[in-house]
């Protein structure tokens, strides 16, 4: 067997997350846009996490549109 040892997952001083300025964020987003943080991050600051009941549009139907009714005559 081969003593060679091998790397899994991030590479060794890269990091998942970045600190940003709010006042950053607030320009580019607007105030009712969802933005995703860790859960993690939430419950060191003590904020109770209410999950939502998420649910995924499946095999949506486009909306109906009014129909023009038309007579070609010859």
Known sequence: ???????RGRPKGSKSFINVCLSELNELFRKTQNVPVSRVWLENLNVDIKEENKTEVKNQKPESEDKIHMTLKQ
């Open 1 to 7: 067997m081969n003593n060679e040892v091998r790397g």
